[in-house]
């Protein structure tokens, strides 16, 4: 079966932010693996609706800023909204995930960064319909292991608020 242009859905895409998100969390311990299966799902709605309108396969990176997730010593909405589900509290939350973390969550391709000056690094990649990827597999792991510390896009976004 050929591919008939680029795929419309954001299945594996959210799949790795919301397993990357839950990740984070797991890795503390305070939160039960019940507990992380109903976060994960509410914050897979609640991007898959949030994401809905703004995502364009064709385009990659329109509208990246608000697809963005962002804690910046201000918790992410999306991210509180479904942790509350849970049961957890704003503070519960700064303590349990980094004060600084940016996520981009774009169609073939998720990457985050944790801090402000910190590399990023892809979760996600998947080769678009047409444009094959330019970095390759070097994925974060590969970067640490050849020593290599710069980021692996050459672009920088802004997010104002």
Not at 115 to 131: F, H, M, R
């Amino acid at each position: 079966s050929q591919r008939r242009g680029p795929r419309a859905d954001m299945v594996p895409e959210i799949a790795a932010a919301v397993g990357f998100v839950s990740g984070l969390l797991r890795t503390r311990g305070c939160v039960s693996e019940q507990q992380l299966q109903v976060f994960s799902g509410a914050l897979r709605e609640a991007l898959t609706e949030h994401y809905k309108h703004h995502w364009f396969p064709e385009k990659p990176f329109k509208g990246s800023g608000y697809r963005c997730i962002r804690i910046n010593h201000k918790m992410d909405p999306i991210i509180s909204k479904a942790a509350s589900q849970i049961g957890l509290s704003l503070p519960q939350l700064y303590q349990l995930l980094p004060s600084e973390l940016t996520l981009w969550v774009d169609p073939y391709e998720v990457s985050y960064r944790i801090g402000e000056d910190g590399s990023i690094c892809v979760l996600y990649e998947a080769a678009a319909a047409k444009a094959p990827s330019s970095y390759g597999m070097l994925t974060c792991k590969n970067q640490m292991m050849l020593g290599r510390t710069s980021p692996s896009k050459n672009y920088i976004m802004t997010v104002s608020s």
